[in-house]
T-cell receptor, first 110, second 114 residues
């Protein structure tokens, strides 16, 4: 979407960390989400962060939020082949809609 | 025990036909959504219903008509299908209407119009 931007592709070696970046424009965004879509499958919610938080960690996933710069990132530690997927950043603001980025295709190579 | 289910999973049809996609959620959620994902993977909301009432209606052609017979179901009927309607359609639900309500997605319906 035009309000949420992500880089389109990321290639990472198995065992390395992946960092997926996202920027958004709506300053009223209250919740920001990361969804994962595996080939031929639906969207799976990975994690979300409330806008008054800077960081959230959940096992191998770390979300960083810089509200001033409207920048969100998702770090995946020890990336595995099963992490190959499209990752969507999304923001939710006053109008209850989720606005999605175009998705970052992550390819994990051996 | 599927949370949000959609039928059919795949739909191939000719231009000009009318088709319906069904969505059901067994999560007890009040709010349901339809999203369209185009060939470039771009996802955009189409409609949202809260307790069977339409609350979001994005700029979608009149050929698309959602129907919510009860709060567990949100169906999407498409009249006079066009080539550009080919996409993956995702249904989603959330506990209630609101910013902080996480949306849970169905597996998608892959529509191909020939």
């Amino acid at each position: 979407g035009e309000d949420v931007e992500q880089s389109l592709f990321l290639s990472v070696r198995e065992g390395d960390s992946s960092v997926i970046n996202c920027t958004y424009t709506d300053s009223s965004s209250t919740y920001l989400y990361w969804y994962k879509q595996e080939p031929g499958a639906g969207l799976q919610l990975l994690t979300y962060i409330f806008s008054n938080m800077d960081m959230k960690q959940d096992q191998r996933l770390t979300v960083l939020l810089n509200k001033k710069d409207k920048h969100l990132s998702l770090r995946i530690a020890d990336t595995q082949t099963g992490d190959s997927a499209i990752y969507f950043c999304a923001e939710s603001s006053n109008d209850y809609k989720l606005s999605f980025g175009a998705g970052t295709t992550v390819t994990v190579r051996a | 025990d599927t949370a949000v289910s959609q039928t059919p999973k795949y739909l191939v049809t000719q231009m000009g036909n009318d088709k319906s996609i069904k969505c059901e959620q067994n999560l007890g959620h009040d709010t349901m959504y339809w999203y369209k994902q185009d060939s470039k993977k771009f996802l955009k909301i189409m409609f949202s219903y809260n307790n069977k009432e339409l609350i979001i209606n994005e700029t979608v052609p009149n050929r698309f008509s959602p129907k919510s017979p009860d709060k567990a179901h949100l169906n999407l009927h498409i009249n006079s299908l066009e080539l550009g309607d080919s996409a993956v359609y995702f249904c989603a639900s959330s506990p209630r209407q609101g910013q902080k309500e996480t949306q849970y997605f169905g597996p998608g319906t892959r529509l191909l119009v020939l």
